[in-house]
């Protein structure tokens, strides 16, 4: 795993998405990393059903999804907003 890229222990729903959303942090920014349901679902043998289960299996599965995210962020594969997408 690479050190300069730390991930906040928080993970949330963000409606506006309709996505899980958490963060990580490189050389002092902030990265604002987004998954979607469906990637949840193929990733888990969990059913995926509505916000709160989707953030359920989020931290059941944290690990694998952060080593997504650090990934597409060290190939800096960013949405045209500056996000990391996870779909």
Same mark, same amino acid.
Do not use: H, T, Y
């Given at each position: 795993m690479n050190q300069a890229i730390?991930?906040?222990?928080q993970a949330s729903w963000n409606n506006e998405?309709?996505?899980v959303e958490f963060h990580?942090?490189?050389?002092?920014?902030?990265?604002?990393c987004f998954i979607s349901i469906n990637k949840l679902k193929q990733l888990s043998s969990e059913p995926v059903i509505n916000e709160d289960s989707a953030v359920?299996?989020? %931290?059941?599965?944290?690990?694998? !999804? @952060? %080593?997504?995210?650090e990934e597409l !962020? @060290?190939?800096?594969?960013?949405?045209?907003?500056?996000?990391?997408?996870?779909d």
């Open positions: 730390l991930f906040s222990p998405r309709e996505m990580a942090q490189q050389s002092g920014m902030l990265i604002e359920v299996v989020f %931290e059941s599965l944290r690990f694998d !999804i @952060e %080593e997504l995210a !962020i @060290e190939d800096e594969e960013f949405s045209q907003d500056g996000k990391v997408i996870i």
